[in-house]
Each structure stands twice: as structure tokens, then as C-alpha cells.
């Protein structure tokens, strides 16, 4: 509800007096400023809250003095920190939306979750920056519906579909082997299989797939039973939203009864506790297939369901004719369902050497490979399952798998209309409806996914409240960047997992929702992580761990400290490494050389990126492969091996191409933008800038867009097109103005130059430090010694020498044993210019042609003839400059000539 300006007011001076604000008059003066303005509902531009609260003079230039666009987001940053401490218990709300410098107020409540920042830095962005490419798996494992048991909804007609009522749902769960002999232990999850597979047909019910089974058993901490408890059964109804639940055990009477197996089958109303059918039969453990084909009719008529003709077929196509195969395929399942990743892979491998035709075993083994990173083989396996299963007779079931080979090979559009054919036959088919949806939102057509996700909710309860609808939501909206309505509704998953008692759908909630709340500086995402830890360990899920430690070290990484990112990243490196995640091992070896990078260690930075390289050439990964090229790219880059990183960022942009990620082609366009720049290619320079642009904006990334605009303003300013590159700079900071945290080091430093290029050397020193110290807070020491040698020469040119010796010496003992070989290079250049030292600019034009880097070896050419003063070098460079494209450079060159012709005393 709205507030009165008295209880607005009285919350001002809580805030103001807090420990959060007290040390922080600034922002205490800009909130009390903005806090009044809103409440009076005066019109807030940028321009005037500068001139009232920061001093700037009327008429000031906010696109080149950003004061008020970086307070505003530390003052959002703050209110968020207030909030989630001291103030968590405050009834009045004081929140600045992002876009906006208007003040909301609100009672806690009726207020929503605490206000959202912009999203932190990305823990790379101490470095140049490190490219993260986005999963091209739309499901990640289409097994899901086929490869554990081709257990797909029935092959009916979709106009049957489209006019019946929602379809009972029914789980059948792990049998007790009654006997305990090993050697029949295989049958625990052989027969629900076979079970499921036979009532899979004719549609008349909706079995919930064996993961999901597998999946609340754990969390219910359920043992095989013979007949679960009326509690069990209403747990297991609130759990899945089943309808019926089918139990049972088998017994292995010996060869003492001919090697016969009894297998008995009781199906109950989980809401009732009522038995509706009840079913023995007995066989040899060989003729299993025959003895449950027997036992799938009894139970069908239990269940008053129509005869089918199909369903024994169907029952017999869900599992490997030979009895080894059969065996090593059901438990495959189980380690699957498990997370036993390498000994599922193992038990698929044989099953499939036994029996090759069988296609289930090849979509389950694709699923293993996609999960532990191995996209060729995933590919491979999807492909053959694709193959061979031209001769099942269930349409849809041969339409799952062809969704999942057609995903894994890339061709994302048939696989995109395969999901979209299977939930139009079966619309109340909650499972085909979060398939498509995943699909549809990771091929960016997120209104089209949240459109399936209404659909969802349509159906009655308890399909209508199943957290993963919420969840899938969530995605979608995080892939439009609404991270606020993405973390609301993740909540709202954790919440309905929790009255489920869905432990790990509660804790896999938690852990999404923690990143999110993360990326909106909301600081409850620590203590949301580690719960979401402690569940994953307990169930032993130790890849949700993994991935729990890694964002711990990204966190810390990002707030570099250093020490504590390596500790985690150890960590979720040897569990990645124990349970054969290759994909989670790569992700981690980045962040490990991030760390070494940020220690100034790029040896061993581009030593782990060329380890991790090595495991995405192993696995054959495509993604990975890219990610190591390009951040092996820009570490070279850093170490002054500019060819070798131009190399690698080419093969990288390559695979990206080949991939069709937006993103991932404009980060890469982007590094070699500048690099073609500095290597005298301006042409190609600008050509690269532009196609950066154009992919930045058609992936939606707004970091990725603001770095296309940032390199586009080098181009522009190389070229002395200095209008062009103020307005790219602008285009840049419109990101700044919505809230958004873009790269503020890299935008004064870009403002100075171009200052500099306009003959405005004060305003140009102003930028530089500014860059210097936004560079000194993050911790950046490299950019921060770039940003002081930069203002030096700024002060030298506005005539303050003295001030400019200060800044280069500074700059120069950061850098005194940098392995960043291109900006020691960079200072070494401006302390000779400044402190008149022409006798080093020789060495270091050598230097320049060594590190291939031909703008600075121009730079220090013209240096020397500065400090030199013969008019001819002045004309050679410029000459020079103007042949390699470097119009702003030769521009200075003759005009620092035609200063030194001026100054010679006539004759």
C-alpha cells in the first residue's frame, strides 16, 4: 500500500543512520535528495540531480561525466544490502527501480521480494574478459522421454487427445526382490519398465516417467515394499501428482523350483488407499518378457482399461530381448536415475554390444554422454538410436528419439517442431509440455515457451501446481534478462517443491533461484546456496555440489578474493573429476585460470586454458572447444603473443559460426576487432566491429552489445572520426542509464581518449583517473597503471608536468614485473614521453614490432620525434599512419609537426 511522506521520512533517517549508509554521506545526501523529489513528484533528469547533489556546473555533459549514473547504481546496490540486514525486519520499503532515478515506497507487507540491483560484474570482467558460451542443448537429455524405456504417452490420435479429460496418471514404483539374491537384482527396475511400457499404450493413462519415480523415491527415502502404507501413498500423490501407484516383489524360488520366478503386482488409488487390481504370475527368469506380457493383460483388465493388441509389442520393444542386455540396460537405468554417470555409461556400452539394434540403450547412453560433457559421441549415440528405431511401432516413441537426435545434431528447428508435435497429440501430458517448453525457450522463442507454460497451468490439479512449471517459467524469463520475475518465480517453485516434500526439485530450486538473487545483488543468495548444498550432499547429487562450489568461486573471484575462489574451485574440481563430468571439469579449469590471471600469473593462466582445451578436444565438445580458444585467445593477447591469440580467436569465431550462437560470434568479433586495429588493419577493423554490433543486438545481450559499442568507439577514434566514436561511447552508456552495470573502467578510458583526440587534455585527465580509480576499486591493477599513464600524458598536455611525472611513475611501479607484456609496453611509452627520456624510445619501438603490435610501435615513432624534434620524422610517421588507417594518429603527428616548425626561432 502507499505510503504517508511522514513514515517515508521517519524510514529516510533509519536508513541514514544505519551502519550500511553512516560511512557513506554521499549516497546518504543523494537518496535524502531523490527521496524528497519523488515524494514531491518533481520530474528527475540526470542533469539535475548533478547539478543539485554532485556540484556539476549547469549545462554539464552526462554522457561525459557519468557521477550520477555510478551512484545511482552503488545507492541501488546499498539499498539492497540495507534491506537484506538491518532493515529485513523495517515495515516501509524505500526501493529505486532500475531505468528510473523516481523513489517507490511500500509497506513490507504488500511489498514484493527485497529490490533487485544491476547485476554484479561478471567475475571476468577484471580481466579483459572471458567468453562463457550459452548451452546449445535444448533439454540436455531428450532420454527423458525416450531413452529410459521409450516411455512416451500412447500413439493416438491428437483430435482423441484434444476432446478427452485429463488422463489418470500412474507410477509405478522399484520392486522388493524378496529373495535378495544379486544375481535377479536386475529386476527391481526391469519390471516397472516393462510395466510402465505396456500401460504407456492406448492413451487410456499418463505414466510418470522412471526418473521422476527414481527421483521421489530418494527423496522419500522409500524402500521397495510390497505395498506402500495409506501415508506413503498420499506422500507419493503430493510428491508426483499420481493418481494410481502400482507396488510389488518378485521371488527368485531357486533351482530347487526350477529357476521360476513369482512376480506379484498390486496397483492402489494413491488417494484412497484403495486396491484396484492385484496380479501374480510366475515364469523363468528367461521367459520374464513372456511372464510379463501375462501379468500387463491381468493388470489392464484390473485397471478396466481397453485391450491392446499393441501393448504386449510395446511392452517387448521397451526392453533388450537378450537376457545379459536386458539386465545391464535396467541397471543402467538405476545408476542413471542415481547420477552414477560413468557406471550407467559402462552398463549402456554393453548392453549395447549384446543387443546393437536396441535403440532405447542408445538415447539413454546419448543422455550420459550430453550430461558428462561428451557432445561427438552424445551426437553418435543419438544418431544411432534414430536409426534404429524405424522399426518401432509407436509413433511417438520413434518421435522422441528423433527430437533427441535432431537436437544433438544442432538442427534445433525439426527438433523444435518434434516436442511441438508430441504435446499437440497429448496436451494434458505435463512431461511433453516442459520438453517443448525448455526447447522453445533455449532457441530464444521464450513468449512461445511461456505460452506452453500457460497451457500448464490449465490443466487441473495437481499437474497444474507442479513446481517444474514454475521453474521452466523462471528459465524462460531469465532468458529475456527479466532476472526480478525470473527469481519470483523460482521462489514460487521452492515453494511448491517444499509442501511436496520434493527435496531435490526443492533444493535444484534453491540453487537457481540463489544465482538469480546473485545477479541482482540481493545478498540472501548466500545462505539460499548453502542450503541448497547441504540437501544436494545429502542425497549425494554431487553435481548439483559441484555447480553450488564453482558459484561460490565465481563469487569470490568476482570480489577478488583470490585465495578463497581457488579453495572452492579446488573443491568442485575433484568432485567433477570423481563423478566423470567433463563438461563441469571445464567450466571449473576456467575459473581456476581466471584466478591465476587475476594474480597477474598469466604462464599459468594460459597454461590451465591450454589443460582445458586439450579435455574439449578429448571430449570432442564444440562449446568447450570455443570457450577455451577464445579466453586462450585473450590471455596470449595479455602476454603480448598477439599473433598466436589472433590464431586462436579465429578458430574460435569459426566454431562459433558453425554453432550459430549470436553471442558467442560478437565477444569473438570483438577481440579481433582490436586486434586487427592494432595490428594496422583498419579496414577490417571496422568491418569486424560491425558485424560484432549487429550479432551483439540479435542475441540480446546487453554486456555483449555494450563491448561491440565500446570497440566500434576505438575503430571510430582510430579513424579520427571522433563524432562517430562520442556517439558509440553514448550508445554505450544508454545501457549504463537503464541500470545496467557495464564496463565502467573501460568507459572512462575510452572518454578520455577521445578527449584527448579533441584537444580537451583537462577533461581527458579527469576521465583517466576516474578510470583509474573505478580500476583500484575492482582491484585492477594492470588497467589501473593503463588509466594512470594515460592521464599522464593528459596533464603534459594541459602544461602540468609535474603532475604528469607523478601519474607515469605510479603507473610504471605497478607494471615493473607485469607479465602483461602490451600494457607495460603502453606505460613504458607514456613515462618516456612525459619524463623526456628518448634514449629508451628505440628499445621499445623494437618491442612493439615484436609483439606484432603496429599502433604502438607508430606511437613511439612519434614519441621519438617529438622529443627529437626533426620535422622529416614527423612526415614519415604520418605517412606511415595514414597507409595503415590510423587517420587520429597521423593527425597528431602533423600537427605536433607543424608545432615544432612554429617553435624554431626565424631566420
Known amino acids: 500500500m502507499p505510503q504517508s511522506p511522514e513514515s517515508v521520512r521517519a524510514q529516510l533517517e533509519t536508513i541514514c543512520r544505519s551502519t550500511t549508509f553512516g560511512p557513506a554521506p554521499r549516497l546518504q545526501k543523494l537518496l535524502r535528495y531523490l527521496a524528497g523529489e519523488s515524494l514531491a513528484g518533481s520530474p528527475l533528469k540526470e542533469s539535475v540531480v548533478g547539478v543539485a547533489v554532485f556540484g ?65 560484474a561478471s567475475p571476468h570482467a577484471e580481466f579483459r574478459r572471458a567468453k562463457v558460451a550459452a548451452s546449445l542443448s535444448l533439454v540436455a537429455a531428450a532420454a527423458i522421454l525416450t531413452g529410459y524405456g521409450l516411455r512416451g504417452p500412447g500413439a493416438q490420435s491428437s483430435v482423441a487427445a484434444h476432446n478427452m479429460s485429463p488422463r489418470r496418471s500412474v507410477a509405478v514404483l522399484d520392486f522388493r526382490n524378496l529373495t535378495a539374491r544379486a544375481e535377479t537384482g536386475w529386476l527391481s527396475s526391469a519390471i516397472p519398465e516393462m510395466i510402465s511400457a505396456d500401460l504407456a499404450e492406448g492413451e487410456q493413462l499418463r505414466t510418470i516417467p522412471g526418473e521422476n519415480v527414481s527421483r521421489m523415491e530418494t527423496e522419500l527415502a522409500l524402500h521397495p515394499a510390497g505395498s506402500p502404507s495409506r501415508e506413503t501413498l498420499s506422500a507419493i500423490r503430493r510428491n508426483l501428482g499420481a493418481d494410481i501407484v502400482i507396488s510389488g516383489a518378485y521371488a527368485d524360488l531357486g533351482a530347487a523350483a526350477g529357476g521360476r520366478v513369482r512376480v506379484d503386482i498390486r496397483a492402489e488409488d494413491a488417494q484412497t488407499g484403495d486396491v484396484v487390481a492385484s496380479v501374480s504370475e510366475s515364469g523363468t527368469e528367461p521367459e520374464i518378457l513372456d511372464l510379463m506380457s501375462r501379468a500387463g493383460a491381468r493388470l489392464r483388465t484390473g485397471l478396466r482399461l481397453e485391450p491392446s493388441v499393441a501393448a504386449e509389442a510395446n511392452m517387448r520393444a521397451g526392453s533388450p530381448q537378450d537376457p545379459a542386455a536386458a539386465r545391464a540396460y535396467a541397471d543402467a537405468l538405476a545408476h542413471l536415475r542415481r547420477g552414477d554417470l560413468l557406471q550407467a555409461r559402462d552398463l549402456l556400452l554393453r548392453c549395447a554390444q549384446l543387443e546393437p539394434t536396441f535403440a532405447a540403450a542408445h538415447a539413454a547412453l546419448s543422455s550420459a554422454y550430453t550430461k558428462l560433457g561428451y557432445e561427438a559421441l552424445a551426437r553418435a549415440e543419438a544418431q544411432r538410436a534414430y536409426e534404429f528405431a524405424a522399426s518401432i511401432k509407436n509413433a511417438d516413441q520413434r518421435l522422441a528419439i528423433e527430437a533427441q537426435y535432431r537436437e544433438t545434431d544442432g538442427d534445433f528447428d525439426r527438433s523444435l517442431e518434434d516436442y511441438r508435435k508430441l504435446f499437440t497429440a497429448h496436451p494434458d501430458d505435463i512431461e511433453s509440455g516442459l520438453h517443448l517448453a525448455a526447447a522453445q525457450t533455449a532457441v530464444a522463442k521464450t513468449q512461445d515457451a511461456l505460452r506452453t507454460l500457460e497451457a500448464l497451468r490449465k490443466l487441473p490439479a495437481p499437474e497444474s501446481n507442479d513446481p517444474r512449471v514454475d521453474m521452466e517459467s523462471a528459465r524462460a524469463y531469465a532468458a529475456r534478462s527479466d532476472y526480478r520475475r525470473s527469481a519470483e518465480l523460482a521462489a514460487d517453485a521452492v515453494r511448491k517443491a517444499s509442501g511436496a516434500n520434493a527435496m531435490l526439485l526443492y533444493a535444484h530450486g534453491l540453487s537457481y533461484e540463489s544465482g538469480l538473487l546473485w545477479n541482482l545483488g540481493d545478498a540472501r543468495w548466500r545462505s539460499l546456496s548453502e542450503e541448497a548444498r547441504k540437501i544436494c550432499d545429502r542425497f549425494q547429487d554431487q553435481a548439483c555440489v559441484a555447480a553450488i562450489l564453482r558459484r561460490f568461486g565465481n563469487v569470490s573471484l568476482g570480489s577478488l578474493d583470490l585465495d578463497a575462489a581457488e579453495r572452492y574451485y579446488a573443491e568442485a574440481l575433484g568432485i567433477a573429476r570423481r563423478i566423470g563430468s567433463a563438461a563441469e571439469e571445464s567450466n571449473i579449469l576456467n575459473g581456476t585460470a581466471l584466478v591465476a590471471q587475476g594474480r597477474g600469473d598469466l604462464e599459468r593462466s594460459i597454461a590451465i586454458q591450454r589443460q582445458r582445451l586439450a579435455l574439449s578436444r578429448k571430449t570432442q565438445s564444440a562449446s568447450g572447444e570455443q570457450q577455451s580458444l577464445a579466453n586462450l585467445g585473450d590471455a ?76 566500434r568507439a576505438r575503430v571510430l577514434l582510430a579513424r579520427d572520426d571522433l563524432p562517430g566514436a562520442r556517439e558509440a561511447l553514448s550508445q554505450a552508456d544508454t545501457f549504463a542509464a537503464q541500470g545496467v552495470d557495464v564496463s565502467a573502467w573501460t568507459d572512462r578510458l575510452l572518454a578520455a581518449r577521445v578527449a584527448l583526440a579533441l584537444h580537451k587534455p583537462a577533461d581527458a585527465a579527469r576521465f583517466a583517473s576516474d578510470a583509474a580509480k573505478t580500476a583500484a576499486k575492482e582491484g585492477l591493477a594492470q588497467k589501473e597503471a593503463r588509466a594512470e599513464a594515460l592521464e599522464g600524458e593528459a596533464l603534459l598536455f594541459a602544461g602540468q608536468t609535474e603532475a604528469a611525472r607523478t601519474a607515469v611513475q605510479r603507473a610504471s611501479a605497478r607494471v615493473e614485473h607485469s607479465q602483461y607484456r602490451l600494457i607495460r609496453l603502453e606505460v613504458a611509452l607514456a613515462d618516456a614521453r612525459v619524463t623526456g627520456t628518448a634514449g629508451r624510445l628505440p628499445a621499445l ?10 599502433y604502438l610501435e607508430l606511437e613511439a615513432r612519434l614519441a621519438a620525434a617529438e622529443l627529437s624534434g626533426v620535422s622529416r620524422q614527423f612526415g614519415a610517421v604520418r605517412a606511415e599512419a595514414v597507409d595503415r588507417g590510423f587517420l587520429n594518429l597521423a593527425r597528431r603527428a602533423a600537427e605536433a609537426g607543424a608545432r615544432t616548425a612554429d617553435s624554431r626561432p626565424s631566420r
Open 56 to 120: 556539476r556546473d549547469p549545462g554539464y555533459d552526462p554522457k561525459q561525466d557519468s557521477v550520477v549514473r555510478s551512484e545511482v547504481r552503488r545507492l541501488r546496490v546499498k539499498l539492497i544490502e540495507y534491506y537484506a540486514t538491518e532493515g529485513r525486519q523495517d515495515g516501509t520499503v524505500i526501493d529505486l527501480p532500475k531505468g528510473s532515478y523516481v523513489l517507490t515506497f511500500r509497506s513490507r507487507e504488500t511489498s514484493e521480494p527485497s529490490p533487485s540491483a544491476p547485476p554484479p
Open 636 to 711: 596470449l593477447w595479455d602476454a603480448g603473443e598477439v599473433g598466436e591469440a589472433r590464431q586462436n580467436l579465429e578458430a574460435a569465431l569459426k566454431i562459433a559460426r558453425d554453432m550459430h550462437t549470436p553471442e558467442l560470434i560478437a565477444d569473438d568479433l570483438t577481440s579481433l576487432s582490436e586486434i586487427y586495429g592494432i595490428q594496422g588493419d583498419l579496414p577490417r577493423s571496422l568491418e569486424a566491429s560491425a558485424e560484432a554490433l549487429a550479432n551483439a543486438k540479435h542475441s540480446g545481450s546487453v554486456l555483449t552489445q555494450v563491448a561491440a559499442w565500446q570497440q
Open 845 to 854: 619501438t623494437v618491442e612493439a614490432h615484436k609483439l606484432n603490435d603496429d
